[in-house]
């Protein structure tokens, strides 16, 4: 047991010892082709070199865009790999060569690109990881439709299958994720410019991938990719001590059902305001069990389950006798950050006023930073 220990406790060492070797991650992510995550990963390289940053070029496709091309310009390049296959000379990112030049960074276009058989990777997000092994930071580029977990969602929204994938766990593995955003007129304005493809393709894009109701879907889920991100990144990160939670409120209802009704109504309204989740607390006392409540209450308390529910709150029902200790203890692990209770002649008011125990959730309440909201 104690071998088993020792080896435990230098296995946890070695992870942190090749986590601090490891090179720091860095992916421009787009909603489609043409939003500029190239050009802007050009734009970083230049920057980087003024600095005096040794940053070079491992693999870029610039598809030919003219404004794009022109900032290769004085950016240092390793040289692909060649490979012959089916008798066709191609081109790879030479990996090896990358890691033995060992630049600080290294900038690694289309990484969900799947490598030419024979390679030592089959798909270019393992070469990066490689690579990023080796102690070498990297810059890289990916459309949001390429992401494993979305595979069926992005062919549903624009009917083609998308056979080139990487798994979410590279994103989540990411330093930082910059979104690339653009608005749907100005990408459909870049396309039929020239910029994006050539004029024998435009018309061709502008009836199947790039239509207006599609654009808007994938900009919403690349929107949404870099807004998660950065909320794992945060729960990671940032010490709880200093963090700064959202907002989530807490409804808390008793069978009465008229005020139930407006704490339900009031509390949805203040999540609203605030964009944030909300959560709607009965917890019932063994003299409201299913045999000694009476029948027209019942029935009120599950219609106003209901309109929580219809009103996008979460309803937690909980049988115990200590209402107070129930609600402090669901407000913690909820993280609740405000609390919603009625006016003094409800039946919870009264529950905690006659148990003496309100300055125990006060004091409760105090301790957690949590606010207290009594809705008339």
């Given at each position: 047991m104690e071998e088993d220990d020792k080896t435990g406790s230098v296995k946890k060492f070695l992870d942190l010892v090749k986590k601090s070797r490891r090179g720091k991650f860095k992916v421009y992510i787009g909603m489609s082709a043409g939003v500029g995550k190239t050009y802007r990963m050009l734009q970083e390289a230049h920057a980087l070199l003024k600095n005096g940053i040794d940053i070079q070029i491992g693999y870029i496709e610039t598809h030919n865009r003219v404004e794009t091309h022109a900032l290769l310009e004085g950016i240092p390049m390793i040289g692909r790999r060649k490979i012959f296959y089916k008798g066709k000379e191609l081109e790879e990112m030479d990996v090896q060569a990358i890691i033995n030049r060992h630049p600080e960074v290294v900038i690694v276009d289309e990484l969900a690109h799947t490598n030419v058989e024979g390679s030592k990777n089959g798909k270019r997000w393992q070469d990066v990881a490689d690579i990023l092994d080796a102690g070498i930071s990297v810059i890289s580029a990916v459309n949001i439709q390429h992401l494993e977990s979305m595979n069926q969602e992005i062919e549903t929204i624009t009917g083609i299958p998308i056979t080139e994938r990487i798994p979410d766990k590279i994103l989540e593995s990411a330093d930082e994720?910059?979104?690339?955003?653009?608005?749907?007129?100005?990408?459909?304005?870049?396309?039929?410019?020239?910029?994006?493809?050539?004029?024998?393709?435009?018309?061709?894009?502008?009836?199947?991938?790039?239509?207006?109701?599609?654009?808007?879907?994938?900009?919403?889920?690349?929107?949404?990719?870099?807004?998660?991100?950065?909320?794992?990144?945060?729960?990671?990160?940032?010490?709880?001590?200093?963090?700064?939670?959202?907002?989530?409120?807490?409804?808390?209802?008793?069978?009465?059902?008229?005020?139930?009704?407006?704490?339900?109504?009031?509390?949805?309204?203040?999540?609203?305001?605030?964009?944030?989740?909300?959560?709607?607390?009965?917890?019932?006392?063994?003299?409201?069990?299913?045999?000694?409540?009476?029948?027209?209450?019942?029935?009120?308390?599950?219609?106003?389950?209901?309109?929580?529910?219809?009103?996008?709150?979460?309803?937690?029902?909980?049988?115990?006798?200590?209402?107070?200790?129930?609600?402090?203890?669901?407000?913690?692990?909820?993280?609740?950050?405000?609390?919603?209770?009625?006016?003094?002649?409800?039946?919870?008011?009264?529950?905690?006023?006659?148990?003496?125990?309100?300055?125990?959730?006060?004091?409760?309440?105090?301790?957690?930073?949590?606010?207290?909201?009594?809705?008339?």
């Open positions: 994720i910059v979104n690339i955003d653009l608005t749907a007129d100005e990408l459909i304005d870049r396309l039929k410019a020239g910029k994006i493809y050539d004029q024998t393709k435009i018309k061709l894009a502008l009836d199947n991938f790039f239509q207006p109701e599609r654009i808007l879907q994938l900009r919403e889920l690349a929107l949404k990719e870099v807004a998660h991100h950065l909320e794992r990144k945060i729960s990671v990160e940032v010490p709880k001590q200093i963090k700064l939670r959202p907002e989530k409120f807490l409804a808390c209802i008793s069978t009465n059902h008229h005020t139930a009704k407006i704490i339900i109504r009031k509390t949805a309204r203040l999540a609203s305001y605030y964009r944030s989740p909300w959560i709607v607390l009965y917890v019932q006392r063994s003299s409201e069990g299913g045999d000694r409540i009476k029948l027209d209450l019942q029935r009120h308390l599950i219609n106003n389950f209901k309109l929580a529910t219809e009103l996008g709150g979460e309803v937690i029902r909980i049988k115990d006798d200590d209402v107070t200790q129930t609600i402090a203890r669901i407000a913690a692990e909820k993280e609740v950050t405000t609390i919603c209770i009625g006016k003094p002649h409800l039946n919870l008011f009264q529950v905690i006023m006659r148990t003496a125990i309100l300055s125990k959730l006060l004091k409760n309440i105090a301790e957690t930073e949590t606010d207290l909201v009594i809705l008339s």
